[in-house]
């Protein structure tokens, strides 16, 4: 069975930091482009970075802060989070894309991030 599954998730105060994986199973993870995505209560689910092949693309609202990384020997991506604000809080998921698909192939179910004091 193929699946994402995100973890990492959880409680951080304002200027903190937390490191989310995504962890794939029953493919290559490194075979396809991986995007990371919040939705914050309330809020459409908008796009944070993304590896494609080994470039990284960042939204301007997480630049300088959020780091996109593969970890191949674990069929995984990571995403570090540092500066962490309160705006930052939402459901954040990991999306996998095969080359040449329309859209995201497989989605993880999500991990909750509070950024709260």
């Known amino acids: 069975q193929e699946q994402l599954v995100e973890s990492g998730g959880g409680l951080a105060q304002p200027g903190g930091s937390l490191r989310l994986s995504c962890a794939a199973s029953?493919?290559?993870?490194?075979?396809?482009?991986v995007g990371w995505f919040r939705q914050g209560p309330g809020m459409a689910r908008e796009g944070l970075p993304c590896?494609?092949?080994?470039?990284?693309y960042y939204a301007d609202a997480v630049k300088g802060r959020f780091t996109i990384s593969r970890e191949n020997r674990r069929n995984a991506v990571h995403l570090q989070m540092n500066n962490l604000q309160p705006e930052d809080t939402g459901i954040y998921y990991c999306?996998?894309?095969?080359?040449?698909?329309?859209?995201?192939?497989?989605w993880g179910q999500g991990t909750q991030v509070t950024v709260s004091s």
């Open positions: 999306a996998a894309q095969q080359g040449g698909a329309s859209g995201y192939n497989h």
């Open positions: 029953g493919f290559t993870l490194d075979d396809y482009a």
């Open positions: 590896i494609v092949n080994n470039t990284t």
